[in-house]
């Protein structure tokens, strides 16, 4: 089983950078593909990006295709969600996912989640 927890979440301007980390805990990291999600005020909550274990494949949401850009290092237990040319709309609590791929786990397919960290695009 993992731990997650988000940060780097804020303040920007819009078309302003940030960069929001996600750390695990508890269990061999390069077990897990890695998402991030966000959730806007009143809206579901919409998968942002994805990450193979070894950092491979990438997959992006429409919306921040070409704007944003997912990244892992396996040794620092570190997912990443680098961000720019930030809108308004992308204002939303932006969570860390990961779902157990290892075929040896007992937890194959369980997926976990960090509490969020909220990032807010205004002038």
């Known amino acids: 089983q993992v731990q997650l927890v988000e940060s780097g979440g804020g303040l920007v301007q819009p078309g302003g950078s940030l960069r929001l980390s996600c750390t695990a805990s508890?269990?061999?990291?390069?077990?897990?593909?890695m998402s991030w999600y966000r959730q806007a005020p009143g809206k579901e909550r919409d998968l942002v990006a994805t990450?193979?274990?070894?950092?491979?494949?990438?997959n992006y949401a429409d919306p921040v295709k070409g704007r944003f850009t997912i990244y892992r290092d396996n040794d620092k237990n570190t997912v990443y969600l680098r961000m720019k040319s930030l809108k308004p709309e992308d204002t939303a609590v932006y969570y860390c996912n990961a779902v157990d791929r290892s075929p040896i786990s007992a937890y194959y397919g369980t997926d976990y989640w960090g509490k969020g960290t909220l990032v807010t695009v205004s002038s």
């Open positions: 508890g269990s061999m990291f390069s077990n897990y593909a």
């Open positions: 990450i193979s274990l070894f950092g491979s494949d990438t």
